[in-house]
């Protein structure tokens, strides 16, 4: 019964400290670039885009379809960063144990 107790106190302690990730990593905010740097994206640790700057050089009414796919691009790379950095969080709480298949933080 002991072992039960602690163990229970343990997983009430590890939902308190993956809240607590989860409130971090939604403040956190992740930068993707694309292009060699023309094409910078931000977002949180959602993965919601908070901003977008372009340098004003791909900014030509002919190539349209090159910048929006420098944005896709860049999107991707931030998305990427962000699933690293929540990854990276999670390991710390549970000691390196991964999530079950399927589970997403967000």
Not at 58 to 63: A, G, H, S, T, W
Request: aromatic fraction near 2%; glycine fraction near 10%.
């Amino acid at each position: 019964m002991k072992d039960l107790m602690g163990m229970m106190k343990q997983m009430g302690q590890m939902q308190a400290r993956f809240k607590e990730m989860q409130e971090e990593l939604a403040r956190t905010e992740i930068e993707g670039q694309s292009g060699g740097g023309l094409v910078h994206l931000t977002v949180d640790g959602k993965g919601e885009v908070k901003r977008v700057r372009i340098d004003p050089s791909l900014i030509k009414p002919d190539e349209v379809e090159i910048l929006e796919d420098l944005i896709v691009a860049a999107a991707a790379d931030a998305r990427a960063k962000a699933d690293n950095a929540m990854q990276t969080k999670m390991a710390e709480i549970t000691g390196g144990i991964p999530l079950p298949p399927g589970m997403k933080l967000f």
